[in-house]
């Protein structure tokens, strides 16, 4: 029998759905459970914060910001869904998969800190570096509203909040989701551009979307199949997990527009946001910069390994 090459395995889908109890069922149900049920539990703080304050009115209308209340507050009222989300995955996983939780993130002993940390880093400068770039082409468009004591407040709130939020996503989509239909598809580019496009169109409800048009969703898009690209380039999550983190916790500090889906105290507010086909394509460029930086640090897999066929045990 002619030996396969090690470096074209996934072993973070393959070793995931070795341990513990993973039928299909199992992945669905977990899907429900932990998304439906931890986005009516974590709202249930926001219902009763308006009934409290006598804003039922809001509530009809489908408002989500909740006014008289302050940004840091609201931001934390739209965190706990995602909390919820997360410790009810860690649940599931624990009690109806019977695996280790970290099975959803590597298939490793350990999670490797050094990564999520090079990547968070990495993703933290690119995006320093061209916010100054953006800053000294335009600086009337920044508008200067640091407030020290709100500032350490929300740094306090999103470093762990944002942290649950954005590893919960990254654990839903390249993790459960991609173990998921792993089980049932040979070919590792199928699950990568499901799970993209469904990352994508999961955020169809933010306001930018209602503020730039439904084109905007191909930026969500490609974040995802950069995600998805180099966690399983990597056989991990560590690398996208620490990305995602990085990118939203820049948002929530340091920038805030009228139709971010993100309002909080941050150091800037801007006064107009630029999206157009050239921004879209600058933020390809950006994720292919990302993806070869980690690449030159830790070699990643060959692309092939995307297109090439895995052997699959017949799933139940």
Not at 145 to 155: D, H, R
Not at 159 to 166: D, N, V
Not at 171 to 192: A, D, E, T
Request: charged share 15%; with cysteine.
């Amino acid at each position: 029998m002619e030996k396969r090459n090690q470096d074209l395995e996934s072993h973070f889908i393959k070793e995931g759905n070795k341990i513990g109890r993973n039928e299909g069922w199992r992945y669905f149900l977990g899907l429900l459970f932990s998304m439906f049920l931890g986005q009516v539990l974590g709202i249930i703080p926001y219902f009763i914060t308006l009934s409290s304050l006598g804003r039922r009115a809001d509530l009809l209308a489908g408002e989500m910001t909740i006014p008289g209340i302050g940004s840091n507050w609201n931001f934390l009222l739209m965190m706990l869904p995602f909390m919820c989300s997360f410790f009810l995955l860690y649940i599931y996983i624990k009690r109806v998969h019977k695996r280790p939780f970290r099975s959803v993130i590597t298939p490793f002993r350990k999670l490797d800190y050094a990564k999520f940390l090079y990547a968070f880093g990495v993703w933290m400068f690119i995006l320093v570096v061209f916010e100054l770039i953006y800053y000294a082409g335009n600086p009337g468009n920044y508008i200067l509203q640091f407030n020290f004591s709100k500032f350490a407040f929300l740094l306090l709130l999103s470093i762990p909040a944002l942290l649950i939020q954005t590893s919960y996503e990254e654990l839903i989509f390249r993790g459960y989701g991609m173990q998921w239909l792993g089980r049932y598809m040979p070919y590792r580019i199928v699950p990568l551009l499901i799970t993209s496009i469904c990352f994508g169109l999961m955020h169809m409800s933010n306001p930018e979307v209602a503020a730039f048009g439904p084109l905007i969703i191909i930026d969500y898009i490609v974040v995802g199949l950069a995600l998805g690209l180099v966690s399983l380039l990597s056989d991990s999550l560590e690398f996208a997990m620490g990305l995602h983190f990085a990118n939203n916790l820049f948002a929530a500090l340091f920038l805030s527009y009228d139709s971010s889906a993100l309002q909080t105290d941050a150091v800037f507010r801007l006064k107009e946001v630029n999206f157009s086909p050239n921004t879209q394509l600058l933020g390809v460029c950006v994720a292919i910069i990302f993806i070869l930086v980690i690449h030159l640090r830790y070699p990643l897999k060959p692309l092939r390994m995307l297109w090439t066929k895995d052997e699959l045990k017949t799933p139940s």
